[in-house]
Each structure stands twice: as structure tokens, then as C-alpha cells.
């Protein structure tokens, strides 16, 4: 029986974007091709909602994050990067990988970054080269509001870069308007498409960043300037993975026909009714509350409660929710409400969930599946 993936990635993939798929595999450098990878990308920026340069990598959406920091770094360069969660570590990770100086702003894991400390590292701070954040810190289901920093980081000269992996597509992003100089994605999530492919957007500042480095330019694979030079020809420079192509470019006609405003009232409405739910079982939720995301809600595990839940879900009701990373495995779980998940697996979720706490010898409160519905029938 398949599993209800109600992971923070991968996510339901809908079955449109399965099949297409199975169409044959066609020459990656044939106009045929050229021509449903360019209308990929034309698709991608619409959802990103931008007119910079946009691409599409062969990889997952750690290869954009990576590509973000080693096309605009040099050895020795500061890189602000917020820490609000193990995403937000990763970036620091990348920039000490490329022997740059990662400059920490890091905060508990589940709140969310302050504009005004971005701006009084800014301003003491010289020469920061870029800033770098994740928009939905999905570890904690906690999210940042990246137009605000954005409006701080845009006076100062460094580039802007945002990981929107579990947000573009779910949560609103506009990076033109957000002032988002590089920004990564991934297709496995909000998306909804299957895992293996990762898009990135580059501001003209970014490029002048870019071709200054020329010189000093570390990698190969993902060096921006030649996915530029290829995509003049409809292309990738290497071999992309065609058939996932196929599958991306459904996903994204499935994201813009149900509107980028539409789709983001939906995964509010998820959220919402996936946080009453829990709250009304007893469960404590673990995101601040200002800082909670709509595309995944984290929870404490009660008392004397561990993965063991996460066990029975998935052998005895076939449902995937995640746990926590790093310190907090063990601690929480996760429930991704993304891409085309709907009311009818919330309400799975959360029945089967008041199942498997009982079977723990959990003390139910209240009905979390007639909360929901109760605030799912008034959104
Ligand atoms: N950033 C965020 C916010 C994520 O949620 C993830 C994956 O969960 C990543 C980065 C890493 O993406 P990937 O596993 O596709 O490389």
C-alpha cells in the first residue's frame, strides 16, 4: 500500500506529474528538448516571481545553496549568515567549506530572525560580501519574514540569498519584490514534484559579484556562468535528468493554475487547522508562535512519548510524519502540510494520531480531527 507522505519533503507527487514521466527520453541537446526546458524555466520564474536570471540543476536543493556560495566567494570573504536552524547552519557550513569567514547570527532553534539585528551586524561589520537565510527553517517549522530583512539588506552592498527549499510554491515568496539577490529552490517540496531538481535565481548585482571572481573562481559543475552561456541555447551545460524535466514542468503548470495566491491561502488553512488540532490533543506545539510556518508544523512529543509515535503511524496507518534533527531527535515531530496535501490527509493525520497516542498511553484532551474540522469549516 503506498504510504501518505506527510513528510516536509518529499511530498505527494500527483499523479499528472508522475506520468509525465513516463514520456521518452528525448537528447538533451535537441531543440525538441530545448524547447520544454526553457518553458520550464519561463514557468519557474513566474513562481518566483522574478525577472533575474533563473536555472535549473541537476541535484538536490543542497547543490543551489552550495552554487549561491561558491560563485560569490572568495577565500577570506564575510558572509552574514542567520542561524535560525539546521538550514541556516548548513549555508555557514558552505561558506566555511569554501574557506570563507561565516559570521554567525544564530538564534534558538524555533524563533525567527530580527531585521534590527541584521542591521546592527551590517552596520558594524565591514565588507560583508552577502547575507544569507532560509525563509522556512523546515527543522523547526519555524519561518523568517524575509521581506522585512530584505528591505535592511538591500542599502547595504552585499547580495541578498534565500533559501525558499520548503516555502516556494506554499508560502509566498516574490523575490523581484523582496529584493532576493540569489535564491534556491528545491522540487521536491511546495512544489510537489519528485526529488532531483533545484532552481536558482541571480539578481544583476549578483552577477557583477560574480564576474569580479572570475579569476578566483572555485568549482565546475556549478558554475553559474556556464549555465548562462547554455541557456542562450536552451540548454544545461551538462546533462540534465530530461524525464524529471517532464515532471517539474507539470508541477509548475499544476502551481500556477491554481495561482500563487490561492495555493498559499491553502497551506495557511492546513496550518492552521493542523495547529488546533494538535493543541486541542494536549500536544504542545514547538515553533514560537509569530515564528510558525504554514507549510510544516513542528510539535514536543508529550511526556514519555518518543519516535515510537512516528513508528506506529507509519507500520500501523501507513502515514510518514518526520521527528526532529539534530538536538531536537527525539524531542519533536513534524508534519509537512505542502505541496498538494489537502483536508482530507490532515484529517487522516490527525485521527490516526489520536489513535497511536492512546495505543502510548497518551491522555487525549480533546478530538484534534473535530478541531480541525471545526476550523477548516470556518476558513
Ligand atoms: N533547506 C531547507 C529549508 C530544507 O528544508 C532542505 C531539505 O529538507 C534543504 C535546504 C536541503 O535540501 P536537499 O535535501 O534537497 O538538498
Same mark, same amino acid.
Not at 19 to 33: D, Q, V
Not at 77 to 91: A, C, S
Not at 265 to 285: P, V
Not at 361 to 377: M, Q
Given at each position: 500500500m503506498d504510504?501518505?507522505?506527510?513528510?516536509? /519533503?518529499?511530498?505527494?507527487?500527483p499523479s499528472e506529474v508522475l506520468l509525465a514521466m513516463a514520456k521518452p527520453t528525448i537528447g538533451h541537446r535537441s531543440k525538441e528538448f530545448g524547447e520544454i526546458f526553457y518553458d520550464t524555466i519561463e514557468k519557474l520564474k513566474k513562481v518566483f516571481i522574478t525577472e533575474n536570471d533563473t536555472f535549473i540543476v541537476t541535484g538536490s536543493g543542497t547543490a543551489t545553496m552550495d552554487m549561491a556560495?561558491?560563485?560569490?566567494?572568495?577565500?577570506?570573504?564575510? +558572509?552574514?549568515?542567520?542561524?535560525?536552524?539546521? #538550514?541556516? $547552519?548548513? #549555508?555557514?557550513?558552505?561558506?566555511?567549506? =569554501?574557506? /570563507?569567514?561565516?559570521?554567525?547570527?544564530? =538564534?534558538?532553534?524555533? *524563533?525567527?530572525?530580527?531585521?534590527?539585528? +541584521?542591521?546592527?551586524?551590517? *552596520?558594524? $561589520?565591514? *565588507?560583508?560580501?552577502?547575507?544569507?537565510?532560509?525563509?522556512n527553517e523546515t527543522s523547526t517549522g519555524a519561518r523568517n519574514y524575509i521581506d522585512k530583512i530584505g528591505k535592511v539588506?538591500?542599502?547595504?552592498?552585499?547580495? =541578498?540569498?534565500?533559501?525558499?527549499? %520548503? %516555502?516556494?510554491?506554499?508560502? =509566498?515568496?516574490? +523575490? *523581484?519584490? #523582496?529584493?532576493?539577490?540569489?535564491? +534556491?529552490?528545491? %522540487?521536491? &517540496?511546495?512544489?510537489?514534484?519528485?526529488? /532531483?531538481?533545484?532552481?536558482?535565481?541571480? %539578481?544583476?548585482?549578483?552577477?557583477?559579484?560574480?564576474?569580479?571572481?572570475e579569476n578566483e573562481k572555485v568549482g565546475f559543475y556549478l558554475d553559474l556562468k556556464a549555465y548562462k552561456k547554455y541557456l542562450e541555447k536552451k540548454q544545461n551545460p551538462y546533462t540534465p535528468a530530461v524525464n524529471l524535466i517532464y515532471a517539474l514542468n507539470k508541477a509548475?503548470?499544476?502551481?500556477?493554475?491554481?495561482?500563487?495566491?490561492?495555493?498559499? !491561502?491553502?497551506?495557511?488553512?492546513?496550518?492552521?487547522?493542523?495547529?488546533?488540532?494538535?493543541?486541542?490533543?494536549?500536544? $504542545?506545539? #514547538?515553533?514560537?508562535?509569530?515564528?510558525?510556518?504554514?507549510?510544516?508544523?513542528?510539535? !514536543?512529543?508529550?511526556?514519555?512519548?518518543?519516535? &515510537?509515535?512516528?513508528?506506529?503511524?507509519?507500520?500501523?496507518y501507513n502515514i510518514v510524519i518526520a521527528g526532529g534533527q539534530k538536538h531536537l531527535s527525539g524531542k519533536i515531530f513534524r508534519i509537512g502540510h505542502m505541496g498538494i496535501c489537502g483536508e482530507k490527509e490532515i484529517l487522516a493525520t490527525l485521527s490516526c494520531l489520536e489513535l497511536a497516542l492512546k495505543e502510548l498511553g497518551f491522555n487525549i484532551e480533546g478530538s484534534g480531527v473535530e478541531k480541525a474540522k471545526e476550523i477548516l469549516s470556518k476558513l
Amino acid at each position: 500500500m503506498d504510504k501518505l507522505l506527510m513528510l516536509p /519533503g518529499p511530498t505527494i507527487v500527483p499523479s499528472e506529474v508522475l506520468l509525465a514521466m513516463a514520456k521518452p527520453t528525448i537528447g538533451h541537446r535537441s531543440k525538441e528538448f530545448g524547447e520544454i526546458f526553457y518553458d520550464t524555466i519561463e514557468k519557474l520564474k513566474k513562481v518566483f516571481i522574478t525577472e533575474n536570471d533563473t536555472f535549473i540543476v541537476t541535484g538536490s536543493g543542497t547543490a543551489t545553496m552550495d552554487m549561491a556560495i561558491s560563485n560569490i566567494i572568495k577565500k577570506g570573504d564575510k +558572509v552574514l549568515t542567520i542561524i535560525t536552524g539546521n #538550514f541556516g $547552519e548548513r #549555508f555557514a557550513n558552505i561558506v566555511e567549506s =569554501y574557506k /570563507g569567514k561565516a559570521i554567525k547570527l544564530e =538564534y534558538e532553534w524555533g *524563533d525567527l530572525a530580527k531585521p534590527e539585528d +541584521v542591521k546592527e551586524i551590517l *552596520d558594524k $561589520e565591514e *565588507d560583508i560580501k552577502a547575507v544569507t537565510i532560509v525563509h522556512n527553517e523546515t527543522s523547526t517549522g519555524a519561518r523568517n519574514y524575509i521581506d522585512k530583512i530584505g528591505k535592511v539588506v538591500k542599502d547595504y552592498d552585499a547580495l =541578498y540569498i534565500v533559501d525558499t527549499i %520548503s %516555502s516556494l510554491g506554499g508560502d =509566498y515568496v516574490n +523575490v *523581484d519584490k #523582496f529584493h532576493i539577490d540569489i535564491c +534556491v529552490t528545491g %522540487s521536491q &517540496k511546495c512544489l510537489a514534484a519528485p526529488p /532531483g531538481l533545484a532552481g536558482i535565481t541571480v %539578481s544583476e548585482k549578483a552577477w557583477e559579484v560574480i564576474n569580479k571572481n572570475e579569476n578566483e573562481k572555485v568549482g565546475f559543475y556549478l558554475d553559474l556562468k556556464a549555465y548562462k552561456k547554455y541557456l542562450e541555447k536552451k540548454q544545461n551545460p551538462y546533462t540534465p535528468a530530461v524525464n524529471l524535466i517532464y515532471a517539474l514542468n507539470k508541477a509548475l503548470e499544476l502551481v500556477l493554475e491554481e495561482g500563487i495566491e490561492n495555493r498559499v !491561502k491553502r497551506h495557511e488553512r492546513l496550518a492552521k487547522a493542523t495547529r488546533a488540532g494538535l493543541e486541542e490533543m494536549g500536544i $504542545e506545539l #514547538f515553533a514560537k508562535e509569530e515564528a510558525r510556518s504554514i507549510t510544516v508544523t513542528s510539535a !514536543k512529543y508529550p511526556n514519555g512519548i518518543d519516535d &515510537k509515535l512516528r513508528e506506529i503511524m507509519n507500520k500501523k496507518y501507513n502515514i510518514v510524519i518526520a521527528g526532529g534533527q539534530k538536538h531536537l531527535s527525539g524531542k519533536i515531530f513534524r508534519i509537512g502540510h505542502m505541496g498538494i496535501c489537502g483536508e482530507k490527509e490532515i484529517l487522516a493525520t490527525l485521527s490516526c494520531l489520536e489513535l497511536a497516542l492512546k495505543e502510548l498511553g497518551f491522555n487525549i484532551e480533546g478530538s484534534g480531527v473535530e478541531k480541525a474540522k471545526e476550523i477548516l469549516s470556518k476558513l
